[in-house]
């Protein structure tokens, strides 16, 4: 820390740091397990692995600012109470319905809201990029993460195939499988791109703040970051295809597919340089006005002055938001809002005989139960006298939490490399039973069919989308002290010689037997005594 900073820091007002600790300490005790989870978790993907700079880049976006920031003067506002709290609002609504990603968008509102409610707008103005950047630390939720590495490696793969044709290879793709003749190479999620993609785009978004150009020429640079960031990916893929016939499996794995990958990231980094020396030379030259007066004498820090509401530790907006936050964390850690409901009979009694389907029960392997976190599951593979078989999958929750709740099968089997086709709700009716309604879709992958239907029962309720489960459990955990519920998913596959509708009405027979037998294992609307 050099001595500019030491002035700097000693000049602060001790009221200034008695604020800073409280609000900190509050903070911290209200956000403490989602950003370890993001830290220890989320950071060490290789993914997001470029957001541990993302602290160190908005302290100095910060520190880059501070004459100008310092110079003017602080106006409180209650303004900056809308975000603070907006921010808690999302918080619950995260921490009940067990989305982390809103408990992220809900951190940063805080942190805009209280530099708001005590600076005011015209001093927040001068830092709002590095605020802004703060977003940048931030993983993407897990259904966005899986569709853009579904896209992404659909986008390379085919590129990636006309660029080794274009070198004169032999080569087919089918699907996310790359036929070289001598050899097949799959693009999987690790070679998706989406890594390049997110870190380009943060990287081409800093650049272009301190491009001193109009706005339309920063704007170009950053969208460039996006095909810039799939060629690169699609180049790297076809030239691990050219290798490949050289040295062999070496090319896709090991030190090479690594060292190649920061090769890849140095040579975009080049890209937007270059583009950035182009655009530079295109049209008028962009004249920055000199900002007069910023640079104060010696950088001395102004007495603090705060217009409108009072000031010290008395202020009423900094009472109100220490008030909000103070009572958060004590909800949050003193109120148990999810009491942990066990299922009405264990799973691993599920009848292997339904009419006439016979069942063989299966078992997950230990590394996916790890992630799911689920209280129960069964997964049992009946077949019909006709030898055709559904596969039928249970997984209940006692509690959700976030990073503890249902995944659904429309984010996570994509990342499997299936894609869903015709996509809806189905009715299933059985007797005198109201029709329940369930969602339905094709998967494929290549020239394999399988029928899908899946939904969430929910304490009584049937549920067919992930926001329903989110504000659901957000409601019942405030009216009910409940977030218990499941994921009931099944599949057949649609055979050769085999119709659509001959597979959907195996499915709708199969899925009216076995809901009336489900029923009896799960706890419904009203616990059962």
């Given at each position: 820390?050099?001595?500019?900073?030491?002035?700097?820091?000693?000049?602060?007002?001790?009221?200034?740091?008695?604020?800073?600790?409280?609000?900190?300490?509050?903070?911290?005790?209200?956000?403490?397990?989602?950003?370890?989870?993001?830290?220890?978790?989320?950071?060490?993907?290789?993914?997001?692995?470029?957001?541990y700079l993302i602290p160190f880049l908005v302290f100095y976006l910060i520190w880059e600012k501070r004459n100008q920031f310092i110079s003017q003067q602080s106006v409180a506002t209650w303004i900056g109470f809308i975000p603070v709290t907006l921010g808690i609002l999302l918080y619950w609504l995260g921490e009940l319905g067990g989305e982390t990603f809103t408990i992220y968008i809900s951190f940063w509102l805080v942190i805009v809201?209280?530099?708001?409610?005590?600076?005011?707008?015209?001093?927040?103005?001068?830092?709002?990029?590095?605020?802004?950047?703060?977003?940048?630390?931030?993983?993407?939720?897990?259904?966005?993460?899986?569709?853009?590495?579904?896209?992404?490696?659909?986008?390379?793969?085919?590129?990636?195939?006309?660029?080794?044709?274009?070198?004169?290879?032999?080569?087919?793709?089918?699907?996310?499988?790359?036929?070289?003749?001598?050899?097949?190479?799959?693009?999987?999620?690790?070679?998706?791109?989406?890594?390049?993609?997110?870190?380009?785009?943060?990287?081409?978004?800093?650049?272009?703040?301190?491009?001193?150009?109009?706005?339309?020429?920063?704007?170009?640079?950053?969208?460039?970051?996006?095909?810039?960031?799939?060629?690169?990916?699609?180049?790297?893929?076809?030239?691990?295809?050219?290798?490949?016939?050289?040295?062999?499996?070496?090319?896709?794995?090991?030190?090479?597919?690594?060292?190649?990958?920061?090769?890849?990231?140095?040579?975009?980094?080049?890209?937007?340089?270059?583009?950035?020396?182009?655009?530079?030379?295109?049209?008028?030259?962009?004249?920055?006005?000199?900002?007069?007066?910023?640079?104060?004498?010696?950088?001395?820090?102004?007495?603090?002055?705060?217009?409108?509401?009072?000031?010290?530790?008395?202020?009423?907006?900094?009472?109100?938001?220490?008030?909000?936050?103070?009572?958060?964390?004590?909800?949050?850690?003193?109120?148990?809002?999810?009491?942990?409901?066990?299922?009405?009979?264990?799973?691993?009694?599920?009848?292997?005989?339904?009419?006439?389907?016979?069942?063989?029960?299966?078992?997950?392997?230990?590394?996916?139960?790890?992630?799911?976190?689920?209280?129960?599951?069964?997964?049992?593979?009946?077949?019909?006298?006709?030898?055709?078989?559904?596969?039928?999958?249970?997984?209940?929750?006692?509690?959700?939490?976030?990073?503890?709740?249902?995944?659904?099968?429309?984010?996570?089997?994509?990342?499997?490399?299936?894609?869903?086709?015709?996509?809806?709700?189905?009715?299933?009716?059985?007797?005198?039973?109201?029709?329940?309604?369930?969602?339905?879709?094709?998967?494929?992958?290549?020239?394999?069919?399988?029928?899908?239907?899946?939904?969430?029962?929910?304490?009584?309720?049937?549920?067919?989308?992930?926001?329903?489960?989110?504000?659901?459990?957000?409601?019942?955990?405030?009216?009910?002290?409940?977030?218990?519920?499941?994921?009931?998913?099944?599949?057949?596959?649609?055979?050769?010689?085999?119709?659509?509708?001959?597979?959907?009405?195996?499915?709708?027979?199969?899925?009216?037997?076995?809901?009336?037998?489900?029923?009896?294992?799960?706890?419904?609307?009203?616990?059962?005594?």
């Amino acid at each position: 820390m050099n001595n500019k900073m030491l002035a700097l820091l000693k000049q602060v007002s001790p009221v200034c740091w008695m604020r800073v600790f409280l609000y900190g300490f509050l903070v911290l005790g209200i956000y403490y397990s989602a950003l370890a989870e993001m830290v220890l978790k989320d950071w060490a993907r290789e993914d997001y692995s470029h957001c541990y700079l993302i602290p160190f880049l908005v302290f100095y976006l910060i520190w880059e600012k501070r004459n100008q920031f310092i110079s003017q003067q602080s106006v409180a506002t209650w303004i900056g109470f809308i975000p603070v709290t907006l921010g808690i609002l999302l918080y619950w609504l995260g921490e009940l319905g067990g989305e982390t990603f809103t408990i992220y968008i809900s951190f940063w509102l805080v942190i805009v809201g209280l530099c708001l409610l005590h600076f005011g707008w015209q001093k927040i103005k001068t830092i709002w990029f590095a605020l802004f950047m703060l977003l940048a630390m931030f993983p993407y939720p897990y259904f966005v993460t899986v569709r853009l590495s579904l896209y992404l490696k659909l986008i390379s793969s085919q590129i990636g195939v006309w660029l080794l044709q274009l070198y004169g290879m032999s080569a087919y793709r089918e699907g996310n499988i790359i036929d070289l003749g001598f050899t097949q190479l799959q693009v999987v999620d690790a070679c998706s791109g989406l890594r390049y993609l997110i870190s380009l785009m943060v990287l081409a978004l800093i650049l272009a703040y301190w491009f001193k150009a109009q706005f339309w020429k920063k704007a170009v640079l950053f969208l460039s970051s996006i095909p810039i960031a799939i060629f690169v990916n699609s180049f790297r893929i076809a030239l691990t295809g050219v290798l490949y016939s050289f040295i062999g499996a070496a090319a896709a794995e090991g030190f090479f597919h690594g060292f190649s990958g920061w090769l890849i990231f140095i040579f975009t980094l080049g890209i937007l340089l270059i583009e950035m020396w182009i655009l530079k030379r295109i049209g008028k030259k962009f004249v920055q006005s000199e900002e007069k007066g910023k640079a104060l004498a010696a950088e001395r820090v102004p007495a603090e002055e705060t217009r409108g509401i009072g000031r010290g530790l008395l202020q009423p907006h900094f009472l109100a938001a220490l008030g909000l936050l103070g009572l958060t964390l004590v909800f949050s850690y003193g109120v148990e809002f999810r009491e942990k409901i066990a299922i009405a009979k264990p799973l691993n009694q599920f009848p292997l005989q339904i009419a006439e389907w016979t069942g063989t029960r299966q078992t997950m392997e230990q590394k996916f139960i790890d992630v799911l976190d689920f209280s129960d599951y069964t997964i049992i593979d009946y077949k019909n006298p006709q030898g055709q078989t559904v596969n039928f999958y249970v997984a209940y929750y006692e509690t959700q939490r976030k990073g503890e709740s249902i995944h659904s099968p429309e984010t996570c089997l994509p990342g499997s490399g299936w894609e869903f086709k015709e996509a809806g709700l189905a009715p299933v009716a059985w007797g005198n039973k109201s029709a329940i309604r369930v969602s339905r879709s094709f998967m494929v992958s290549g020239d394999t069919q399988q029928l899908v239907y899946y939904w969430f029962p929910q304490r009584g309720r049937i549920l067919n989308h992930l926001y329903q489960l989110k504000l659901y459990a957000f409601w019942d955990a405030l009216t009910q002290q409940r977030t218990d519920g499941a994921l009931v998913r099944i599949i057949t596959p649609v055979y050769a010689g085999e119709t659509r509708p001959e597979a959907e009405k195996r499915m709708q027979g199969f899925t009216q037997q076995v809901v009336p037998i489900l029923e009896e294992f799960l706890p419904g609307r009203e616990l059962r005594k």
